[in-house]
């Protein structure tokens, strides 16, 4: 499974524009790139998937580059209510279906300030 | 659409003690996955079941902790016997045949062992 390198922390304030950044320089060439959120006493929730180019939704974009070694997460106008784990992932689905047994790392610990 | 049931949502015990964790994962979803999460870790595959079959546990201490999803759907995990390394959230979760690779979480079951 690919690895994923991103920030350990980052701050901002809200109403701006936050993106985060991971690294997985050695994606395979049928692995998707999928960002999870996490709360205290929660379990992570998905936020958004990508293969290549933009994706966007109704709660962020991303942004995947032609080489897809790097991916940026945005999440516009940011809220105190946005202040969470981040996590990115790369990988596959399974074969016989559902996806592969994603390897999470530390994620980014996203502080928002008012 | 209901979400990943997960139960007990707390547990404490003593280190020697057993435990177990159900969970029910998304209606339809094939794909069920346990994983551990330490304080100030990203969570830990344990183990991937699809329908009833293993697919990977290789990160499963094998000494120690079980899984078994006997009739495809419903899963328990336990422990027997508990160290306090082992005190964690236990997160359940559950993906559809063709999902990427999009992973739906419950809350988790927090165990404390002392």
């Known amino acids: 499974l690919a690895k994923t390198t991103q920030p350990i922390s980052m701050d901002s304030y809200e109403g701006q524009e936050v993106n985060i950044t991971c690294s997985h320089n050695n994606i395979a060439t049928n692995d998707y790139i999928t960002w999870y959120q996490q709360f205290p006493s929660q379990g992570p929730r998905f936020i958004i998937q990508?293969?290549?180019t933009k994706v966007t939704n109704e709660v962020a974009s991303l942004f995947i580059p032609a080489d897809r070694k790097s991916s940026t997460l945005s999440l516009p106008r940011v809220s105190l209510s946005d202040t969470a784990v981040y996590y990115c992932?790369?990988?596959?689905?399974?074969?016989?279906?559902?996806?592969?047994?994603?390897?999470f790392g530390k994620g980014t610990h996203l502080i928002i300030q008012p | 659409e209901a979400g990943v049931a997960q139960s007990p949502r707390y547990k404490i015990i003593e280190k020697r003690q057993s435990v177990a964790f159900w969970c029910n994962p998304i209606s339809g979803h094939a794909t069920l996955y346990w994983y551990q999460q330490i304080l100030g870790q990203g969570p830990k595959l344990l183990i991937q079941f699809q329908n009833n079959g293993v697919v990977d546990d290789s990160q499963l201490p094998k000494d120690r902790f079980s899984a078994e999803r006997l009739k495809g759907v419903d899963s328990t995990l336990k422990i027997q016997p508990a160290k306090l390394e082992d005190s964690a959230v236990y997160l359940c979760?559950?993906?559809?045949?063709?999902?990427?690779?999009?992973?739906?979480f419950g809350e988790g079951s927090w165990l404390t062992v002392v």
């Open positions: 990508g293969y290549k």
């Open positions: 979760a559950s993906s559809p045949a063709s999902s990427g690779n999009t992973i739906y």
């Open positions: 992932l790369v990988g596959s689905s399974y074969s016989g279906g559902g996806a592969d047994g994603l390897t």
